[in-house]
């Protein structure tokens, strides 16, 4: 556990401390008034207002279109399903840079709306709740599919024998085993609009703002440190609510239900209805999902002969110190170096956290891990600059801030992909190779390695496409001459100019591929037969 809390305590709890002291904190005393006095503004209170109402209306609008594609994926068999199943998961592993200039393209100006019919949706909160169902749709579809996929159908078939209508057997039978699921994925989907920032920070412009938006606004452009602490208490106080009522429900989740095996529930459809279903599921990932994409792929070779790509090889009339090209060996740089960082770091917390021996001060740091995700990146990223500032920590000169910042985004993922398998491995293994001469370092080489070799690759995976997508903390301190892609991204889309936006088309598709490329490599590794995250 050395290493895993030594990482944390340096660069989370130091420089999120820093940053709250340094607005809470003055003339040798702790001002919380401050926190009375910021709620209190009118400005603040419609940017508290908006987070949760676009939280709640994107979990519902997000519940209420992938249900169906969830029964869709448990029930039915049809070709190609492996394909599209892996096509719904491509909106969630890309970065929220990405997923903004997908829907930019779709319903801002000049995308495929405003030509074919003259509509806008950029300047109206619909276009960041499709986007939020875009980006949120694959979490409903695995996480209630997968369950629903396992339950028995026989249950509900004996409910309809004895004279119950379908739709009363799906609600006294169905509905009651799927709660738990729906509730963890409706607190996920929540949790992730709750602390949106890169799709409110290019859809919703000047009129729409998030707390993570307003936390950014209030640093990088008015340097209001102590209204951006205020806010990073209050995103805080609410995401730990979040995140202990999720894992409540997932305790409830793993109580005993009467599971069959996935495979033997699919059916190939029969009846109008049922076709019809698959129908309406099938237009609406194409419609969803399938056609941001390809207008951003489209857009991005609107100009001849491949004009916004052969501009991104030079920094002429840019805000880059560098070809904008060179975001992408920036960003396959840091994200390799986060990985590393991410797998050794996780992976060591999570092997002392599978011990049965365990202290209860080494449990709770499991709890612990999962706190860079319901931190604002913006406030950690602006805290690595204010702490990390000093010597023996005066790293923000350095390349490696990029990926620590990254790679505590990271850990949460690598520890809950490993931990599972680790658990599983059965001790008596370990003390029977100890019993025969066996180092601890080689009983880790030779009996845990070989059973964990392909979670650790997943992990990883997940890591580096995690890593590659981050924006929030990376907008703060990448430097001008070593941009990642996100926020390459991010600054072209802020500047007037077809070209520029042609440019930021192309670097979303590059950005598109590589994270595609990354789901592909983990869907071959992934052993999960259950269809869940």
Excluded at 16 to 34: E, K
Excluded at 62 to 89: D, E, N
């Amino acid at each position: 556990m050395a290493l895993p809390v030594a990482f944390f305590g340096l660069f989370f709890a130091y420089p999120v401390a820093a940053i709250l002291a340094r607005g809470l904190y003055s003339g040798g005393g702790w001002h919380f008034g401050r926190l009375f006095d910021v709620l209190g503004q009118s400005g603040i209170r419609h940017v508290l207002w908006f987070t949760t109402w676009q939280a709640l209306a994107s979990t519902a609008l997000t519940l209420l279109i992938a249900l169906p594609a969830a029964y869709a994926f448990a029930r039915f068999s049809f070709p190609g399903k492996q394909v599209l199943r892996a096509v719904v998961t491509v909106p969630f592993v890309l970065p929220t840079v990405v997923v903004g200039t997908a829907f930019l393209a779709l319903v801002g100006r000049g995308g495929l709306l405003d030509e074919l019919w003259g509509v806008r949706l950029d300047t109206t909160v619909w276009a960041i709740l499709l986007a939020h169902v875009f980006f949120n749709y694959a979490v409903v579809v695995r996480t209630v599919g997968g369950l629903w996929a396992q339950l028995d159908p026989r249950q509900e078939e004996a409910a309809r024998m004895l004279g119950a209508s379908p739709l009363r057997a799906w609600r006294q039978v169905t509905l009651p085993a799927l709660a738990p699921a729906v509730a963890a994925a409706a607190l996920m989907v929540f949790l992730f609009t709750f602390t949106s920032f890169g799709v409110v920070q290019i859809l919703g412009g000047p009129t729409f703002s998030t707390l993570e938006v307003e936390i950014y606004r209030q640093t990088s452009e008015i340097f209001d440190l102590s209204t951006a602490a205020v806010l990073t208490i209050v995103q805080f106080l609410a995401v730990g609510a979040i995140l202990a009522v999720h894992a409540w429900t997932v305790r409830r989740r793993e109580s005993a239900l009467r599971l069959v095996d996935a495979a033997g529930t699919a059916r190939r459809p029969h009846g109008a209805g049922q076709w019809a279903l698959l129908a309406g599921v099938l237009g609406t990932v194409a419609l969803l999902l399938v056609l941001p994409l390809a207008v951003l792929v489209q857009r991005s070779f609107d100009a001849p002969d491949f004009a916004y790509y052969r501009a991104l090889t030079s920094n002429d009339g840019n805000v880059f110190l560098v070809p904008p090209i060179e975001a992408v060996g920036n960003s396959l740089e840091y994200a390799l170096a986060a990985t590393v960082i991410a797998v050794t770091v996780g992976g060591l917390a999570a092997a002392a956290l599978t011990r049965r021996d365990a202290g209860r001060l080494v449990r709770g740091f499991d709890a612990l891990l999962m706190l860079p995700l319901g931190v604002s990146a913006v406030t950690v990223g602006f805290g690595f600059l204010i702490a990390l500032d000093e010597p023996p920590l005066d790293l923000r000169a350095t390349w490696i801030l990029v990926p620590l910042a990254q790679a505590l985004v990271g850990v949460p993922f690598v520890v809950r992909t490993m931990l599972p398998v680790l658990r599983a491995v059965d001790d008596r293994l370990r003390e029977a190779a100890a019993v025969l001469g066996a180092s601890p370092w080689r009983v880790w080489r030779e009996v845990d390695l070989p059973m964990v070799r392909r979670a650790l690759l997943v992990a990883a995976g997940f890591a580096f496409a995690v890593s590659l997508g981050e924006f929030g903390a990376t907008v703060f301190i990448a430097r001008p001459d070593n941009p990642t892609l996100p926020v390459a991204v991010a600054r072209l889309l802020g500047r007037a100019g077809e070209l520029n936006y042609g440019q930021a088309m192309a670097l979303s598709t590059i950005l598109m591929l590589v994270c595609a490329i990354a789901l592909l490599v983990l869907e071959r590794l992934r052993t999960d037969r259950t269809g869940e995250f």
